[in-house]
């Protein structure tokens, strides 16, 4: 992948040149492409990125209007901390429907996702499942998983669906329920929730993007994973994201 810290200056400052509706799902996304604001030397670089605009949100019922984008980026900035999954780069600007989200578009086989994958590389995916247990994921479809095309690597997209204390997790990862939380993933949540409860600068800024009710039962959700080690039952009836893909 390209450098880190280079790509979320493209996404924050370039200009977006090109862009075009998807026509999946329920809220406006678009596909743009970014280009470097450069007047005097002309370069054929570009950058293609996903762009969730605010104004784009269909209210839901479960979810206060306005606020998936801001989902979208603590997703983001919890996996960084965790160190897992891999989410692609994400920042939150203006664009030409106003202010949303912008991630980094993630070049995908168009015909794997986590139906066809999990067989082989069922392991691959723990981190995913643990990961929506945490942040209480009301929408993992086996879409939202994208087998990177050049690499075979996993990334885990949409996320605005989430840190709601209304929803339920919603996953198609059913192959988890029962199964005991590796060691790293114990340790890595054990240090994000001692961050929540002693860092205060951390705590307030999160707040930029969830409630401080939904940063409390964050923790909450975090504890109860150390202290059950297992992922938790699920519900066919009541767990299910609809579309499945």
Request: with cysteine; aromatic share 14%; net charge neutral.
């Amino acid at each position: 992948m390209k450098d880190f810290e280079e790509v979320i200056f493209k996404l924050s400052n370039w200009n977006f040149k090109r862009i075009s509706k998807i026509p999946e799902g329920s809220n406006y996304v678009f596909l743009v492409q970014l280009e470097p604001n450069l007047k005097k030397n002309k370069t054929d670089e570009e950058l293609y990125a996903v762009y969730k605009p605010l104004s784009g949100e269909k209210p839901l019922m479960d979810f206060p209007i306005g606020s998936l984008h801001n989902r979208e980026k603590f997703s983001w900035i919890i996996s960084l901390k965790l160190g897992w999954p891999k989410l692609p780069p994400l920042v939150i600007r203006n664009g030409p429907y106003g202010i949303g989200s912008l991630q980094l578009f993630i070049e995908s086989h168009p015909k794997k996702n986590y139906f066809t994958e999990r067989k082989s590389r069922l392991k691959d995916f723990m981190k995913i499942a643990a990961f929506d247990v945490l942040i209480n994921n009301s929408d993992r479809k086996a879409g939202s998983c994208l087998i990177d095309l050049n690499s075979s690597q996993i990334w885990a997209i949409d996320h605005g669906l989430t840190f709601n204390y209304f929803a339920n997790i919603r996953t198609v990862m059913f192959e988890f329920i029962g199964q005991e939380y590796s060691d790293q993933i114990i340790d890595d949540i054990s240090s994000l929730i001692f961050l929540l409860e002693n860092d205060q600068s951390f705590f307030l800024n999160a707040t930029m993007y969830v409630n401080e009710l939904e940063l409390k039962l964050l923790i909450k959700r975090g504890k109860n994973m150390l202290r059950e080690g297992l992922f938790p039952s699920l519900d066919p009836y009541v767990n299910v994201p609809w579309p499945l893909v």
